[in-house]
């Protein structure tokens, strides 16, 4: 049992799940609450807006480090899906985490079968009232989504573009990084016009990050997505698609948007 203080005697450790057992999201849990830290706890709430009518209102940190968060994950990679969906419906924030990462090893790994890919695939978009903040949408949507849709027609997330929903709308752009790393650049610079002008901050980064990395692949693509939308652009969503560009083409896109009054 857990003192009230909140710290876990120092030789009492949970121990990893045993070479032929199946992981569960109560051991998963067990492991992380070994980890908490105040000091971690503060750092989250001081990067998250979790104030009354910020983003991530209500979402509650444990306090524990995301780098120990991925190791747990790839602990309990062989989770089943009832258990990930158990640590999905978690209030804590770092559960969740666990539980997206935990999708998307399983969803990245060759041994993997179709079968299983749907359906992370189907959960990720069920449950995703839990998907709910800008991380877990990042550690998640491009392996589990845009993997699943890499050989078929991407509609789905088309229809996630237009979505109510902010968090569904910035898996739409960012399951594009599969397509990204297989050089197919048609669907971030497609959903990217569509998400141009969301009124949301954290979709303006979106779509400028995933703009300057398709610009990777294809300097010349970026530019003509530049020259066509920089003037009207949001300036957050600009000036993360030219991060990566030199000085003087900086300047030029930033003096643009000041010369153009955005329509």
């Given at each position: 049992m857990t003192p009230k203080d909140g710290k876990a005697p120092k030789n009492r450790k949970p121990a990893a799940p045993a070479p032929g057992t199946q992981p569960t999201a109560v051991a998963f849990l067990e492991r992380l609450e070994?980890?908490?830290?105040?000091?971690?706890?503060?750092?989250?709430?001081?990067?998250?807006?979790?104030?009354?009518?910020?983003?991530?209102?209500?979402?509650?940190?444990?306090?524990?480090?995301?780098?120990?968060?991925?190791?747990?994950?790839?602990?309990?990679?062989?989770?089943?899906?009832?258990?990930?969906?158990?640590?999905?419906?978690k209030d804590i924030h770092e559960a969740r985490a666990g539980a997206v990462k935990i999708m998307s090893l399983q969803a990245q790994k060759k041994k993997t079968t179709n079968e299983r890919r749907q359906s992370l695939y189907e959960l990720y978009l069920r449950r995703h009232d839990r998907i709910n903040n800008w991380d877990l949408v990042d550690l998640g949507a491009g392996r589990v989504v845009g993997g699943w849709l890499m050989d078929k027609p991407r509609d789905p997330l088309y229809?996630?573009?237009?979505?109510?929903?902010?968090w569904e709308r910035r898996t739409a752009i960012v399951a594009t990084s599969a397509f990204i790393r297989e050089g197919q650049l048609d669907d971030t610079f497609a959903i990217a016009e569509i998400l141009l002008h969301d009124k949301e901050d954290l979709i303006q980064k979106?779509?400028?990050?995933?703009?300057?990395?398709?610009g990777r692949s294809s300097r010349e693509r970026l530019l003509a997505f530049l020259d066509d939308h920089a003037a009207t652009m949001p300036r957050t969503a600009l000036r993360y698609a030219i991060e990566h560009l030199g000085k003087e083409q900086r300047a030029y896109y930033l003096t643009l948007k000041d010369r153009v009054s955005p329509s």
């Open positions: 070994i980890r908490q830290s105040v000091v971690e706890q503060a750092k989250y709430q001081r990067y998250f807006k979790t104030g009354r009518g910020d983003y991530a209102e209500g979402d509650f940190f444990l306090g524990v480090r995301m780098g120990e968060v991925f190791t747990l994950a790839k602990e309990f990679a062989a989770m089943t899906l009832e258990d990930i969906e158990t640590l999905l419906e229809q996630l573009a237009r979505s109510e929903n902010m979106a779509v400028g990050g995933w703009v300057r990395d398709a």
